[in-house]
C-alpha cells in the first residue's frame, strides 16, 4: 500500500508517493507557469491521474493548499492563485480519484503534521510550525490534534498585532507579516532607505523595486547598515510572536521554517534571547525552538500524513 501527497504553492506543484512506513518513494514536480483558476485544477487532476494510473497501491490522497482549506464544503481559498477564491478543489480531486479518499488541508496545517510525523516535531503533541515566507502563518498542534478554529482559519498569525498605534498598512495583510515576512523585509528595507539622509552601502546599486528578502541577508553578511538594521528589526518581532505563541498555547516545540528559515536560521539563539523577554518565563524555559528538519518538503509530508489519516493510520 502507498499513498499520494499533494503540495501545491503559488508557482509549482508537488506530488509524491509515500510508503506504509512514511519512506518517500517516488516525487515529481511541475510549474505552475501562469496557470489560474480551472487551468491549475486541470493540472493537479492530470498529475493525479498520471501517478494513480503509474501506481496501483495508491490507497489515498492527501493535498495540501496555500490558504484555507474549509473542511465542510471541501473548497479552498488561496489567494496567490488567481481564481481560487472559492474552489472546489476536494470534488474535483475525489473526482479523479473515484474510489480512492481524498482530504485537503492548509498549508500551515500540514507544515507541522509533516513535522510531526517525520521531522523536528516527531513525538509532540503540542507543537507550532511558524511558516516565514512571502506570508506567514503557524500551523498549531495541540493535544496531538491541528487547531482549526470554528472558520478553519485558525494559525493566521501574520496579522498578530505587534505594534502600536495601527497604521493603515496593516490592513491588506496584518502588522507582523508586513514587516516580519519575505515581503516585508524587502518592504522594511526600502522605508529605512527612503527615509535615510545619507546612505553608502550594497543597496546603492540595487533599484528599490526590485530588492528582496534575499538581498538584506547577503548584504547583512557584507555588514550593510541597512541590512543589519532590518534584521535587528526582524529579531524583534520574530521573538515577540514566538514569546506571544509560548505564552498562549505553552508548546514543546516551536519550529521555525519557510522560504525565510532557510537564511535566517542563524539567528534562532537571538530570537529565543528576544522571546525571553516577553514571554510566559516557566513555559519559555521549557519550549524548544528548532529550524524545520523536512524545509521546502514540509507542506508534501504534511499532505502524506492526511492521506494516511484517512486509512486510520498515523
Known amino acids: 500500500m502507498t499513498v499520494l501527497g499533494i503540495d501545491l504553492g503559488g508557482t509549482k506543484l508537488a506530488l509524491a508517493v509515500f510508503s506504509e512506513d512514511g519512506s518517500l518513494v517516488r516525487e515529481e514536480t511541475s510549474m505552475l507557469a501562469g496557470r489560474t483558476g480551472g487551468e491549475v485544477g486541470a493540472l493537479i487532476a492530470e498529475q493525479v491521474t498520471a501517478f494513480l494510473n503509474k501506481d496501483h497501491e495508491i490507497s489515498s490522497i492527501g493535498a495540501c493548499v496555500p490558504g484555507i482549506s474549509f473542511h465542510e464544503t471541501g473548497r479552498v481559498w488561496a489567494p496567490n492563485i488567481p481564481g481560487w477564491d472559492d474552489y472546489p478543489l476536494h470534488d474535483e480531486l475525489q473526482q479523479v480519484a473515484d474510489r480512492v479518499p481524498v482530504s485537503v488541508d492548509s498549508d500551515r496545517a500540514c ?85 535615510a539622509k545619507s546612505y553608502e552601502g550594497v543597496f546603492n546599486n540595487i533599484p528599490p523595486k526590485e530588492i528582496t528578502a534575499s538581498d538584506i541577508f547577503a548584504a547583512y553578511e557584507k555588514g550593510d547598515s541597512v541590512a543589519t538594521e532590518v534584521v535587528r528589526q526582524c529579531i524583534e518581532l520574530w521573538g515577540m510572536a514566538v514569546a506571544n505563541l509560548v505564552s498562549i498555547f505553552n508548546p514543546e516545540k516551536i519550529i521555525l521554517g519557510g522560504g525565510v528559515f532557510g537564511a535566517a536560521v542563524r539567528f534562532i539563539p537571538e530570537i529565543r534571547d528576544e522571546a525571553a523577554k516577553w514571554a510566559q518565563p516557566i513555559s519559555m524555559k521549557r519550549v524548544s525552538i528548532e529550524p524545520s528538519a523536512l524545509g521546502a518538503r514540509a507542506g508534501l509530508y504534511g499532505a502524506g500524513l492526511l492521506a494516511m489519516q484517512n486509512l486510520g493510520s498515523e
Not at 123 to 143: E, K, M, S
Not at 173 to 190: H, N, P, R
Open 111 to 195: 507544515y507541522i503534521l509533516g513535522e510531526s510525523w517525520k521531522g523536528n516535531a516527531a513525538g509532540c503533541r503540542d507543537a507550532i510550525y511558524l511558516a516565514v515566507g512571502t506570508g506567514i502563518g503557524a500551523g498549531i498542534l495541540t493535544d496531538g490534534k491541528v487547531l482549526r478554529g470554528a472558520h478553519d482559519i485558525a494559525g493566521a498569525v501574520g496579522w498578530m498585532a505587534l505594534e502600536r498605534p495601527f497604521d493603515r498598512k496593516y490592513v491588506e495583510c496584518g502588522c507582523f507579516e508586513t514587516q516580519a515576512s519575505g515581503e516585508g523585509i524587502a518592504k522594511l528595507a526600502k522605508e529605512i532607505l527612503s527615509s
